[in-house]
């Protein structure tokens, strides 16, 4: 079973950040927190992934808490493009993919 | 351009035919994977492969079968045992097999058994 919980869906306006929580309040101290997207019908994309530290790359912003029990995945200017399943993930012995968050883009 | 292929994109088969989907990457990785998503759910690992010549069964591995005779290449062979194979099939490789390491996946393959 995935070690992480997420809103079924989530409605974000174009433009907007669209800001997607997640919780892992099981996540050991060396597991890594990933986020992946799927738009529909395509193999996932790796978005960002980290450890404890916040971490922003082109594509996202990576918030956690200090106590790591939950994280947050910042889109900063949400596009209709990214409309997708958005999938956070807790790396221990192997990546398991729970059913995401439904992110629709409203224009 | 560095990337991996899947092929054919749809395939349509006849129950009880095994059949075979192709994956090939040209990103030197060493390790594998294929998973199967059904509509509205996650994706479940089915097997994976660390190094040429050998590969694990993941969760739900039966009436599956993988080979890894080249290290860019890893078909899955969905046989006439699989209860339920219609479904769309994803590969994916890393760099390694440790889970630390991003996977980039293909575009998938849709398999529909009529």
């Known amino acids: 079973d995935a070690k992480t919980t997420q809103p079924t869906s989530m409605d974000c306006a174009e433009g907007r950040a669209a800001n997607l929580p997640c919780n892992h309040s099981?996540?050991?101290?060396?597991?890594?927190v990933y986020w992946y997207r799927q738009i529909h019908s395509q193999g996932p994309q790796y978005i960002i992934h980290g450890l404890k530290n916040n971490e922003t790359n082109e594509m996202a912003s990576l918030i956690i808490t200090e106590d790591r029990k939950s994280s947050t995945l910042i889109l900063p200017h949400a596009t209709l493009r990214d409309t997708a399943v958005y999938y956070c993930i807790v790396i221990d012995d192997k990546i398991i993919f729970g059913k995401g968050t439904r992110l629709h883009i409203l224009p | 351009d560095g990337g991996i292929t899947q092929s054919p994109k749809y395939l349509f088969r006849k129950e009880g035919q095994n059949v075979t989907l192709s994956c090939e990457q040209n990103?030197?990785?060493?390790?594998m994977y294929w998973y199967r998503q059904d509509p509205g759910q996650g994706l479940r690992l089915i097997y994976y492969s660390q190094i040429v010549n050998d590969f694990q069964k993941g969760d739900i591995a039966e009436g599956y079968s993988v080979s890894r005779e080249k290290k860019e290449s890893f078909p899955l062979t969905v046989t006439s045992a699989q209860k339920n194979p219609t479904a769309f099939y994803l590969c994916?490789?890393?760099?390694?097999?440790?889970?630390?390491?991003?996977?980039?996946f293909g575009p998938g393959t849709r398999l529909t058994v009529l």
């Open positions: 994916a490789s890393s760099i390694g097999l440790a889970v630390s390491y991003e996977q980039f």
């Open positions: 990103l030197n990785h060493d390790a």
């Open positions: 099981t996540i050991s101290g060396n597991e890594y």
